[in-house]
């Protein structure tokens, strides 16, 4: 898959990030609660490692709750706490704040120990991860401020703020922004369905097949999908995933003179669905 992700702009991303670690004590790392492997940038772990570290699987209303808890469950046997956020719930907001906290206290004991520090120190987090997982939308909500402040494009320069979101906690009002990797398991496409690539920069016909193949080879996910288009098992069962995004054509009426199914319409119907949850729950990456 051709993807225009400009090399210039992950160095831009990468220099960044590590000129800002040094003056961080916690790291959020933001993933897609539906994707955890393929919108998680490796190299945080190497950039993180001296840090106090949280992941936060967010979108996790988009995600299959049961795999999300395999993934929770997978990260604190790596020894990361990870939690399940929708940012659009203020408890799960609460429940980030809560966690740095924790991990504020660990920072605070480990100096304490080190330099014998009489006060309490300002922790200082930074939020984390590839573009479109909502790092933006959490450093608002946790700032309790309008969405559009937070700038978030690699190579531009920000004027870094530290916004007190607690009596000794500041968070960085720029999110450290990764760069997402497309070189496995199909991490470029699995991007693609669930919004965090845009779609106009793809062959959207491809990425819809490879989605319905996805979804086809788990027999939950292949139950909502059936439901949703209105298709038997019969139906579908000498067709390859082609034809079946033409029966969806079909059947959304997305048809061209002749008779003929406008399959790029399809595709972007059924993109447009998976992306936004409304075939049903759905994690593209399970544990
Ligand atoms: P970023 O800074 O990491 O790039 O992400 P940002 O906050 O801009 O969020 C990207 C999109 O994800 C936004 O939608 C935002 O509303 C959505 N989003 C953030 N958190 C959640 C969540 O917990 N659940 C769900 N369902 N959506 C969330 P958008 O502006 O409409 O963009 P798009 O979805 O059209 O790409």
Known sequence: ????????????????????????????????????????????????????RIIVLNKADLADSEETKKWIKHFEENGITALAVDSSIPNDIKKIIDEISKKGEIVYKDKKDSINLEYNPIYRVLIAGIPNVGKSTIINKIAKRNAAEVSNRPGVTVRKQWIRVASNIDLLDTPGLLWPRLDENNAGEKLALTGNIKQDVLDIEGVACIGIEM?????????????????????????????????????????????????????????????????GKISLECI
């Open 215 to 279: 979804l086809l080879e788990n027999d939950k996910y292949k139950k909502m999908f059936l439901e949703k288009y209105k298709l038997n098992q019969e139906d579908i069962d000498t067709l390859d995933s082609y034809d079946i995004l033409e029966m969806i054509g079909r059947k959304r009426g997305c048809l061209v003179s002749g008779g003929n199914v406008d399959t790029m319409k399809a595709s972007k119907i059924f993109l447009d669905e998976l992306k936004a949850g409304k075939i």
């Open 1 to 52: 898959m051709n993807i225009n992700y400009y090399p210039g702009h992950m160095v831009k991303a990468q220099n960044d990030i590590k000129s800002v670690i040094k003056l961080i004590d916690i790291v959020v790392e933001v993933l897609d609660a539906r994707i955890p492997m393929s919108s998680r940038n490796p190299i945080v772990d190497d950039i993180a490692k001296e840090k106090q």
